[in-house]
C-alpha cells in the first residue's frame, strides 16, 4: 500500500477504504496507527544535511515541526485517500482557519468572491470583514437560483465558496451545475463540505476545485478536538499548501492521532446518525407544533430530491421550525431537554440542541422565506448522535409538553 493510496485493481468499499486510508509503514511502523511525534527540531547528521533539507519542499520529508511530521501526514494523506480527485489535503487549527487559509490561496486584492447566503457566520463574517480589509470584495447569492448565480459573476470574481446543505436552514444546492457555470467563467469553486464530508458527498468529482472540511465535526466525533481541512487537485494543492506555510498554519500531533483514530469509525457513526436523523424528522413532520422540517433526508422535504440525485450519504444534522410561536416558548422547548445538550458544534457521539434566527445574517434572500407564514420563523437545529433514537424522540416530547404548559400558564 503506497502513500494513503488504495489497491487500484478493483473498487473498496466504505467501510474497507476507511480501515486503511493512510496507513502507510513509513509512518506507522511495525504498529497499527502512527505513533505521536512531537516535534518541532528535525535534527540533521551535519551541516551539509542540514543544508540539503532547504531544498526540498514536500510532504513526507521531515524538515521543521511547521511542516509536519509523519502523524500529522498520515492524517492528511488517510483524508486525500478519502477525496476522489485530491492530489493532497492541508491540514489546518479549525475550520475557520481552512476557509481562511483557501480562500487567502486563492484571492487578491481587486478580486470578487461570491458567497451563497446561506453560508455559516464566520465564513459570512471573514468576507464581509477581514477580506474586506484586504481589498476583497463579496456578493452574497441565492444559493437556489443558477440564472442569479451566473448574473452575479462579473470579470472580477475569482473563486465562489459554496455550502450545501446550508449552515440551519439546510439548503441543498445543485452544485454540478453551479460549478459547471463558475468553469466556464474561469471561477474557482470552493465548498464548504462539512455536513456530507467526502463520504456522503465527493466533493472534487461532484466539479468543485477545494474541499473544505471543520474535522471538528464528524471527523472528530467526540467533541474534544479543533481541526480543518482543505483537499484539492495539483496545482491548487500546491498553493494551498505554501499559503498555509506562509500563514504558519500548523497541527498538534496529539490532535491529529485524536483524529485520525476517529476516523476509523466515522462511516459507523455518520451511518447510524443519519438513521436516526431521518427516525426523529419523521417524527417532527407529524407534529402540529412544528411547520417546517428542514431535513434533506427526509422524503418531501426542501431539497431532498437533489440530496437523492447527488449525494451518497447524509448526517445527523438538521433543522425544524416552530409553528407560529414566539421565540420564548422555543427555549421553554429547548430549557426541558434532558438528552439534548445546548451548545454549538456537531458532529459529536451527543446529541446538541441550539435555537436560530438566520433573518440577520442573509442579503440575498428572505428569512421566514417567501411563500411561508410570517409567524414560522424560530428554528432548533439538532445535531442527532449516537443515542437511541426511541430516546431522543422521548425527551423532545417532554419539550413540547413543556412549550405547551409555558403557553397555557401565560393565557
Ligand atoms: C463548525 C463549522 C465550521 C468551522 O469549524 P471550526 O472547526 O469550528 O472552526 C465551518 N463550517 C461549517 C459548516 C461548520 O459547521
Same mark, same amino acid.
Given at each position: ?9 478493483? @473498487? ?16 506507522? *511502523? ?54 476522489? =480527485?485530491?492530489? =493532497? ?17 486563492? %484571492? ?26 484586504? *481589498? ?13 448565480? $451566473? ?11 459554496? $455550502?450545501?446543505? *446550508? ?60 481541526? =480543518? ?69 427526509? @422524503? ?13 450519504? =447524509? ?36 446529541? %446538541? ?31 442527532? *448522535?449516537?443515542?437511541? @433514537? ?22
Amino acid at each position: 500500500m503506497g502513500k494513503g493510496k488504495f489497491p487500484t485493481d478493483h @473498487p473498496l468499499g466504505q467501510g474497507t477504504r476507511l480501515a486503511i486510508a493512510g496507513r502507510d509503514p513509513e509512518y506507522t *511502523g511495525a504498529v497499527v496507527n502512527p505513533p505521536v511525534w512531537r516535534a518541532s527540531t528535525h535534527l540533521y547528521a551535519d551541516t551539509a544535511a542540514l543544508k540539503d533539507g532547504t531544498r526540498h519542499n514536500e510532504d513526507g520529508r521531515f524538515f521543521y515541526g511547521r511542516r509536519g511530521a509523519p502523524t500529522q501526514w498520515a492524517l492528511s494523506d488517510a483524508l486525500t485517500a478519502l477525496e476522489p =480527485g485530491a492530489e =493532497g489535503t492541508v491540514l489546518y487549527p479549525s475550520g475557520v482557519a481552512a476557509i481562511a487559509g483557501a480562500l487567502m490561496a486563492v %484571492l487578491s486584492p481587486g478580486d470578487v468572491l461570491l458567497v451563497t447566503d446561506n453560508a455559516y457566520e464566520p465564513t459570512r463574517n471573514m468576507a464581509t470583514g477581514l477580506l474586506k480589509r484586504f *481589498g476583497v470584495q463579496t456578493r452574497f447569492v441565492d444559493p437556489l437560483d443558477g440564472a442569479a448565480f $451566473e448574473a452575479s459573476i462579473c470579470s472580477a470574481t475569482k473563486a465562489v465558496l459554496l $455550502e450545501s446543505p *446550508g449552515s440551519l436552514t439546510m439548503e441543498v444546492q445543485d452544485i454540478p451545475a453551479l460549478t459547471a457555470i463558475a468553469r466556464q467563467h474561469g471561477v474557482i469553486s470552493i465548498i464548504d463540505n462539512t455536513w456530507a464530508t467526502p463520504l456522503g458527498f465527493p466533493a472534487l468529482e461532484r466539479g468543485c476545485d477545494i474541499a473544505i472540511m471543520s474535522l471538528t465535526k464528524h471527523v472528530g466525533g467526540h467533541s474534544d478536538l479543533m481541526m =480543518g481541512s482543505a483537499a484539492a487537485r495539483g496545482d491548487l494543492y500546491r498553493t494551498l499548501r505554501q499559503t498555509a506555510q506562509a500563514l504558519g498554519h500548523v497541527v498538534s500531533p496529539d490532535d491529529a492521532s485524536l483524529a485520525l483514530r476517529s476516523l476509523r469509525t466515522m462511516g459507523l457513526r455518520l451511518d447510524r446518525s443519519t438513521h436516526s436523523a431521518l427516525a426523529i424528522a419523521s417524527w417532527l413532520k407529524g407534529r402540529a407544533e412544528v411547520a417546517h422540517v428542514l431535513c434533506p433526508l427526509l @422524503p418531501g422535504a426542501p431539497g431532498h430530491e437533489l440530496w437523492t440525485r447527488d449525494f451518497t450519504g =447524509g448526517c445527523g444534522l438538521f433543522s425544524f421550525v416552530i409553528k407560529g410561536r414566539s421565540a420564548a416558548a422555543r427555549s421553554q422547548l429547548i430549557d426541558a431537554l434532558q438528552l439534548f445538550g445546548i451548545g454549538y458544534s456537531w458532529g459529536g457521539y451527543e446529541s %446538541l440542541a441550539i435555537p436560530f434566527d438566520p433573518a440577520g445574517n442573509r442579503s440575498a434572500t428572505p428569512w421566514p422565506p417567501s411563500g411561508w407564514d410570517t409567524g414560522d420563523r424560530y428554528g432548533i437545529r439538532l445535531s442527532i *448522535g449516537l443515542e437511541d @433514537p426511541a430516546d431522543l424522540i422521548c425527551d423532545l416530547a417532554t419539550g413540547f409538553a413543556a412549550m405547551e404548559q409555558a403557553d397555557m400558564e401565560q393565557e
